[in-house]
């Protein structure tokens, strides 16, 4: 396989070196904060690496990682009974998760499905490798061989699953088993193919088109509707993936959730005792439209969105407790979130009641790209913490980087966007080591946010700033747009954009990968 027969090379081990040689390249403006606060930051790493070593005496090895992250829900749900009740949704176990560990009021995501994840797998912004929106079938896309994940970058020293929604495409490339994961159960796709491609969605209303029947007589183009297409794949790596499922009926859909998650089960409980810690990256497959037959209403909401977050919220309160039971909590971080704001097309199912903040998914305004983010560790993550630092969640690739003692695996040829937060999850609030998130719409810069100022690009007019500037602690719905106020500002975030898109000229983006797909893979059916 593409990276796996690669590393074997001699070849391959200098590149490796030449990418590992030197410091991390962050962006311009970590620079300038790091040149304000490096003999703080210094001291206190000199710190963190003492407790860190000292729980790798104490367990054996490095903490397990485990990274629960769910479609579209929208900020200020979940998180506390309270906002339960205001809501509609059902949520004791995140809830509890709140209680005893650290709630982040401000962890930004990208504004939809596939940057997310990219970022979160890579440490980069996904306008970076091309990976700008949501992949479909058959989109013929994926994400490029050339980018280095986390399961990579923890590789030797850890065993890494993957489970249910990559949404990294569908070329061979892009497979997770082909990206470091050591074993990978996974759809390639956004979760709304397995359950609206179907007649059950199609009889429901739901989908407009897409069945046979629907086909005009005088359709000359046979295969413009994306009838051969994979949904779900295993795959182990260094070894060809299978294709394990092919929803035609919505109950496929619900057995392939049901089997992934019994496989999360499974993997934590094998590598609980083992030599070597673990990175879980699970990211199920919510929302599902569709509930199964005569399943009773269990939320206020009582749409598709509550629902499925209700029986996902069980599930997580199980895997806390299988940890409890195999004797691993205190040697294991779980972070759960969301990964974009609520989608509000679809009514009453996806829809979700305005919140905290204006906007949904796709869109750069807060509700958008902040989300509900919480951390769990017990004995080491303070409980009932709250901390209200900048994060982003490439972040997340850079500080499990660290807690897996595996920083110099990063690689150094390329900008990394994540930050190494490890600070602020064992110091806490004011330990945090970003003030700022560059927000994308696709391959577009469209917003800044810099401390609690937010500037809008998207919509701007030449000349003037115009009315672009927002205090986000006054104003979070960003309803109020200001100028005259906010001239002081006009300028500083013109050197941000400007230091952001020189450093661009320096380090281009990597195109996409784009080829045949579904090569490398034994098909349950030819296509």
Same mark, same amino acid.
């Not at 898109?501 to 045949?516: C, D, L, W």
């Given at each position: 396989m593409f990276k796996i027969v690669l590393k074997t090379t001699l070849v391959a081990a200098t590149t490796l070196a030449t990418l590992q040689a030197g410091p991390i390249i962050h962006d311009a403006e970590y620079n300038i904060l790091a040149a304000q606060n490096g003999e703080k930051w210094a001291k206190e790493d000199k710190s963190l690496d003492d407790k860190l070593a000292a729980l790798r005496k104490k367990?054996?090895?490095?903490?397990?990682?485990?990274?629960?992250?769910?479609?579209?829900?929208?900020?200020?749900?979940?998180g506390h009974p309270m906002l339960n009740n205001v809501t509609g949704y059902v949520s004791p176990n995140i809830n509890k998760i709140a209680?005893?560990?650290?709630?982040?009021?401000?962890?930004?995501?990208?504004?939809?499905?596939?940057? $997310?994840? &990219?970022?979160?797998?890579?440490?980069?912004?996904?306008?970076?490798?091309?990976?700008?929106f949501p992949i479909f079938p058959i989109h013929e896309m994926g994400l490029p061989a050339s980018e280095v994940t986390i399961a990579e970058v923890l590789d030797d020293d850890y065993h890494t699953g993957f489970f249910e929604k990559s949404h990294f495409g569908d070329v061979e490339e892009s497979y997770l088993h082909n990206q470091g994961w050591d074993e990978a159960i996974f759809t390639m796709y956004n979760q709304f193919a397995g359950q609206m491609f179907t007649p059950t969605a199609e009889a429901g209303g739901m989908t407009t088109g897409w069945a046979d029947d629907e086909v005009s007589p005088y359709a000359l183009d046979k295969e413009f509707r994306p009838k051969k297409w994979v949904w779900a794949i295993e795959g182990f790596e260094g070894k060809k993936g299978k294709e394990i499922s092919t929803p035609v009926k919505v109950s496929e859909y619900h057995e392939f959730n049901a089997m992934a998650y019994d496989r999360v089960k499974k993997f934590i409980t094998k590598h609980a005792s083992a030599d070597k810690p673990f990175l879980l990256d699970w990211w199920p497959n919510a929302i599902e439209m569709f509930s199964e037959e005569n399943s009773p209403k269990q939320t206020p909401h009582g749409s598709a969105s509550s629902e499925s977050l209700y029986r996902l919220d069980k599930q997580i309160g199980e895997i806390v407790a299988l940890t409890e039971k195999l004797g691993i909590a205190e040697n294991t971080l779980i972070v759960v979130m969301a990964d974009n704001g609520p989608m509000q097309e679809i009514w009453p199912e996806t829809y979700q009641n305005p919140g905290i903040f204006r906007g949904g998914?796709?869109?750069?305004l807060e509700g958008g790209v902040r989300v509900p983010a919480f951390a769990y560790w017990p004995g080491v993550i303070e409980k009932g913490a709250v901390v209200h630092d900048?994060?982003? &969640?490439?972040?997340?690739?850079?500080?499990? !980087?660290?807690?897996?003692?595996?920083?110099?695996?990063?690689?150094?040829?390329? &900008?990394?966007?994540?930050?190494?937060?490890?600070?602020?999850?064992?110091?806490?609030?004011?330990?945090?080591?970003?003030?700022?998130?560059?927000?994308?719409?696709?391959?577009?810069?469209?917003?800044? &946010?810099?401390?609690?100022?937010?500037?809008?690009?998207?919509?701007?007019?030449?000349?003037l700033a115009g009315k672009g500037f927002f205090d986000l602690d006054k104003d979070p719905r960003e309803e109020h747009p200001q100028m005259a106020q906010f001239l002081w500002a006009w300028p !500083?975030?013109?050197?941000?954009?400007?230091?952001?898109?020189?450093?661009?000229?320096?380090?281009?983006?990597?195109?996409? $990968?784009?080829?045949?797909?579904?090569?490398?893979?034994?098909?349950l059916k030819e296509r």
């Open positions: 367990h054996g090895k490095a903490p397990n990682i485990i990274h629960i992250m769910w479609d579209d829900m929208k900020y200020g749900a979940i209680t005893n560990g650290m709630t982040f009021t401000r962890m930004y995501t990208e504004p939809s499905c596939t940057p $997310t994840r &990219v970022a979160a797998a890579t440490g980069r912004q996904p306008v970076r490798s091309g990976m700008i998914k796709n869109d750069f900048i994060v982003h &969640v490439a972040d997340l690739f850079t500080t499990f !980087a660290r807690l897996g003692n595996k920083m110099d695996a990063i690689p150094r040829d390329r &900008v990394i966007d994540g930050i190494d937060q490890t600070s602020l999850l064992l110091n806490g609030d004011g330990h945090g080591r970003r003030d700022h998130v560059f927000i994308y719409q696709g391959a577009n810069l469209s917003a800044i &946010v810099k401390q609690q100022y937010k500037r809008h690009f998207a919509g701007a007019r030449a000349g !500083a975030f013109d050197h941000m954009k400007a230091r952001h898109e020189a450093q661009i000229k320096k380090y281009p983006h990597t195109p996409v $990968t784009r080829g045949e797909p579904y090569t490398g893979l034994e098909l």
